[in-house]
């Protein structure tokens, strides 16, 4: 028997394929796999080549105005080496919404979700600028 698609989750997903592909230098990677880590993880690209910069991406939708990050999602992305963000979407309006699940910090380090502001932020081109340039940077710092 075919497994039934959470048809929020699935909107969700392909919203936040249409909000990362605005940027042009971004290589979106979808995992072929039953249950993976992340719904995207993406590569920040030199001339649209593969760099190695990865960050994952976790899409969630919300419901019921609900967007953090739970305990059990907490535990899932603690030892993730790179930077991570989770992703919420309202299905009703298509408005898209973040929290890093690991930030990069300026000291090279990657701060955890504990230690980050609990409040997500508006998704949108501007925010999806600024987080990519933030990994940039700190990718830049861990190859110093």
């Excluded at 501007?126 to 700190?138: D, G, L």
């Amino acid at each position: 028997m075919e497994k039934r698609v959470d048809f929020d989750h699935w909107r969700a997903e392909k919203l936040g394929y249409v909000y990362f592909s605005r940027l042009q230098d971004l290589l979106i990677e979808q995992p072929n796999m039953e249950a993976p880590l992340f719904d995207y993880l993406i590569d920040i690209s030199n001339d649209h080549k593969p760099a190695g910069r990865y960050f994952g991406v976790e899409v969630k939708a919300i419901k019921n105005g609900n967007s953090v990050i739970d305990e059990e999602t907490k535990q899932k992305y603690k030892n993730i080496p790179f930077p991570a963000v989770m992703v919420f979407f309202d299905n009703k309006t298509d408005n898209g919404y973040y929290l890093w699940i690991k930030k990069p910090a300026e000291n090279g380090m990657l701060l955890t979700v504990d230690s980050l502001k609990k409040e997500a932020e508006e998704l949108n081109n501007t925010s999806m600028e600024k987080m990519v340039t933030e990994i940039k940077n700190w990718y830049t710092k861990k190859a110093a």
